[in-house]
């Protein structure tokens, strides 16, 4: 994506500089996924012994 920001800014194409933004928000919503797999692959099992631990206080 950086090499498409580069291309897309040193060339007379500018007005296609728009499709980053979508690409971006993407990108974010893969690398957050991605990461929240590989550091806690559990913890959409926990969820309910979460939230019972929380409402106990």
Do not use: N, Y
């Not at 990108?27 to 913890?43: N, S």
């Amino acid at each position: 994506m950086i090499v498409l920001a580069v291309c897309l800014s040193s060339t007379d194409q500018r007005s296609l500089a728009w499709i980053l933004l979508p690409l971006g928000g993407a990108w974010g919503k893969l690398a957050t996924w991605a990461g929240l797999r590989r550091a806690a692959p559990g913890w959409p099992a926990g969820i309910p012994e979460i939230l019972l631990a929380v409402s106990k206080g």
